[in-house]
């Protein structure tokens, strides 16, 4: 990806070297609720209706699934667990990760361009996300994280979390290599704050109370594969900037692949149990992905329609 000498970001929350205290408990999210804000249909500068949006709520990050933690909890109250730290502590960076911080600072600044004009193009503002940058533990609306959950969105105070270390953890753990594919992580949780803006993931919180576990996991992956298709719909306005380089779309569809619910279970335990998947299937996760990319098109993002 062609990112070097672009702008960065002002969204970025650094607090890398600071180790976050436990919280207690995980507490409950606020929304935006019903007044969410439409994403048009049509491409840049387009006016056509909405997508139909069933309601999802879930706190996620790419692997989710490989810590053994249930997202949802994390969202609700549930029996989430916190950082075994009892007070804040400091320690120092990893060693070169300001070039990676300053290379997130320049995709979300892509993301932002984007997304303010699809939301210009309805006659919308769109509220950008702050991208926190943090080291081992953090401390957040949603509760207390520590870096094993992997990259995530906070709905209660519209943040993006992210230890650049995980990076690391993408190339050699789950063999997605490339700056592209770090990209994809950065634009997937983005598509989880757009979700937050439309009213989709505060509907969902409430809606799942009355859902069984497995439905609650089932929607959870359509909400996943929407997120992956709005990171799609990135890529193609990246390309469209000119800062696709040969293989970059190739190192996002390998990372779709490899970070799949299917594909983490039998890593882990040599087989697979869709009941209990939250994310996706491979197949699933590169087929969104690789639809908002070749439309460019948010509207095509519709992953609550139909079969998925």
């Avoid at 230890?163 to 949780?189: I, K, N, T």
């Avoid at 193609?236 to 800062?243: M, R, T, W």
């Amino acid at each position: 990806m062609k990112w070097q000498g672009r702008e960065r970001s002002s969204n970025i929350e650094d607090r890398r070297g600071q180790r976050g205290g436990r919280m207690g408990g995980l507490g409950g999210l606020g929304g935006l609720g019903r007044g969410g804000i439409r994403i048009p249909t049509g491409g840049r500068g387009s006016r056509g209706g909405i997508s139909s949006l069933i309601g999802i709520v879930v706190v996620l990050g790419i692997i989710w699934f490989a810590t053994g933690q249930n997202p949802l909890d994390m969202l609700t109250g549930g029996s989430g667990t916190g950082p075994s730290s009892s007070a804040s502590s400091t320690q120092l960076p990893a060693q070169g990760q300001d070039e990676l911080a300053d290379f997130v600072g320049v995709v979300v600044k892509e993301t932002e361009d984007l997304w303010n004009a699809q939301f210009a193009a309805i006659g919308e503002n769109y509220p950008e996300p702050t991208v926190v940058l943090f080291t081992d533990a953090v401390n957040t609306a949603c509760g207390a994280a520590d870096s094993s959950v992997g990259p995530f969105y906070c709905p209660g105070d519209s943040k993006v979390y992210i230890d650049l270390s995980f990076y690391d953890q993408l190339h050699r753990q789950f063999g997605a290599p490339g700056d592209f594919a770090q990209a994809y992580v950065l634009a997937h949780e983005v598509g989880h704050h757009i979700q937050n803006l439309t009213g989709v993931l505060p509907e969902f919180n409430r809606a799942r109370q009355s859902m069984s576990q497995e439905e609650a996991n089932a929607w959870s992956v359509r909400v996943e594969l929407q997120a992956d298709c709005y990171a799609g719909v990135w890529a193609n306005y990246a390309g469209q900037q000119n800062l696709l380089e040969r293989g970059d779309v190739e190192e996002a569809l390998n990372a779709a692949n490899q970070i799949g619910d299917d594909t983490l279970q039998k890593r882990m335990q040599g087989f697979a149990v869709p009941k209990t998947f939250n994310h996706g299937t491979s197949a699933q996760r590169q087929t969104w992905f690789e639809r908002g990319y070749r439309s460019g098109n948010p509207g095509d993002c519709d992953t609550f329609s139909g079969n998925v």
